[in-house]
């Protein structure tokens, strides 16, 4: 995948898995090394996992600082960039995309142990996953995500997102936004290229509506099935990392940091959903400290 002008041009390099394509690429390092950190710097990969209807572009303005010490992996969940979409509901599940990313560790990443990062969606799935193989992970950073619940406290946003998941039919195609507009969209145009939007909107264009909706049910409408009970048995170091703003997640935040085994609790003042996106440099000295952390 190229990297450039605040977007990529191409991803380079596919996957196949449990019946799709997974679009992936890779920065840093060399090819397939693993190893503990020495004086070139961390040779653990660091695997990204992005969130609902995201892809692996959600990193990019990111990739290249981080890389810099270390190999970068990056992944499209299936349904999502550039991965296949299946067209039926039938797979989008988070069980079947954790299978999908534990698969996608051991043929892709070395077989672990990784570095993971979750992302909002993406968390909940790196949870699963580490749950179901704790030795293809060293260490996990969750974003802004969950353990038991993404719904709004707000009980008319909740009700109005609900329903408007239930009434979504992929049938008829990607709507042209699932955004309820908020302060952050203005932060996310001011601090990123218009490049970068551009690829952004038409990676999601380009999504399988019917992810939209088996996985947008999941989320916004159903509810996750709980963890909670099964947190204290992540025993590897642990970084949650979340916008002050980020409500419901920043509430949660504290509980999932103290539930897991070796869990610390990292704000980002004045950030929201995506601070890689609009507190990049706070963002990344969260994510270098958790790894600094692992390595010492």
């Known amino acids: ?21 997974l679009c992936w690429d890779e920065w840093g390092g060399e090819a397939g090394e693993v190893g503990e950190a020495g004086e070139a ?61 534990v698969a996608f560790i051991e043929m892709v990443a070395g077989g672990g142990p990784v570095d993971l990062l979750g992302h909002s969606m993406g968390g909940l799935v790196s949870l699963t996953a580490v ?14 995500t969950s353990a038991w619940s993404f719904l709004p406290v707000d009980e008319g946003v909740r009700t109005l997102v609900h329903d408007y998941m239930t009434a979504f039919d992929p049938a008829r195609g990607v ?35 019917y992810a939209i909706k088996a996985l947008g049910m999941v989320l916004m409408a159903d509810g996750v099935g709980s963890l909670r009970d099964q947190l204290p048995l992540i025993t590897c170091p642990v970084t949650v990392v979340v916008g002050s703003h980020d409500h419901p997640l920043v509430d949660q935040a504290p509980e999932l940091a103290v539930a897991v085994a070796d869990g ?29 952390r692992v390595n010492d």
Do not use: N
């Not at 450039?4 to 991803?11: D, F, V």
């Not at 749950?131 to 802004?144: E, G």
């Not at 908020?182 to 996310?188: R, V």
């Open 1 to 21: 995948m190229t990297v450039t002008g605040g977007g990529w041009t191409e991803i380079s390099q596919r996957f196949s898995v449990h019946g799709v394509e």
């Open 41 to 101: 710097g961390d040779r653990v990969p660091l695997v990204l996992c992005h969130g609902f209807t995201g892809s692996a572009m959600d990193f990019s303005l990111q990739i290249t600082e981080l890389a810099s010490r270390r190999r970068v992996v990056a992944l499209d969940l299936r349904g999502h960039g550039h991965s296949t979409k299946t067209g039926s509901l039938e797979g989008y599940t988070i069980a079947q995309l954790a299978d999908d990313l």
């Open 131 to 144: 749950l179901a193989r704790p030795d293809l992970v060293r260490s996990l950073i969750l974003m802004d």
């Open 175 to 209: 709507p042209t936004t699932l955004s309820f507009g908020g302060p952050e969209e203005d932060l996310i145009t001011a601090a990123t290229p218009a490049e970068w939007r551009a690829v952004r909107d038409a990676s999601f264009a380009g999504m399988d509506a």
């Open 264 to 292: 610390v609790l990292t704000v980002i003042e004045g950030a929201y959903h995506s601070p890689q996106l609009t507190h990049g440099d706070e963002w990344r000295a969260a994510v270098e400290g958790h790894l600094a």
